[in-house]
Nanobody
Framework: QVQLVESGGGSVQAGGSLRLSCVAS????????MGWFRQAPGKEREGVAA?????????ADPVKGRFSISQDNANAKNTLYLQMNSLKPEDTAIYYC??????????????????WGQGTQVTVSS
């Protein structure tokens, strides 16, 4: 079982930046698909970005060019990051870190993931 703990959320003005972190334990980093999702009030959870293998990343269209996902497996605690730049009010949501086994299918489909963090709030004001 993978344990995931997010941090780094907060409030920022439009155009600002935040970096989210997710410490993962209980898995072998290269064997898993890691992703970030978000859920705004009254909306369904949506995929933001995913990463697996060395150098393979995938982004949802609304965040392409603004967000960057990365992973640090160099230490005993594997850490997933989401660098968010040029933030917009529509980016306001609870952001979740997720992990799942490598496989087939759309990498931002929530059903691909079987472990979730508790979420961290991101609020962007205009």
């Amino acid at each position: 079982q993978v344990q995931l703990v997010e941090s780094g959320g907060g409030s920022v003005q439009a155009g600002g930046s935040l970096r989210l972190s997710c410490v993962a334990s209980g898995y072998t980093g290269s064997s898993y698909l890691m992703g970030w999702f978000r859920q705004a009030p009254g909306k369904e959870r949506e995929g933001v970005a995913a990463i697996y293998s060395v150098g393979y990343t995938y982004y949802a269209d609304p965040v392409k060019g603004r967000f960057s996902i990365s992973q640090d497996n160099a230490n005993a605690k594997n850490t997933l990051y989401l660098q968010m730049n040029s933030l917009k009010p529509e980016d306001t949501a609870i952001y979740y870190c997720a992990a799942g086994p490598r496989g087939t299918g759309y990498v931002l489909n929530p059903s691909r993931y079987n472990s979730w963090g508790q979420g961290t709030q991101v609020t962007v004001s205009s």
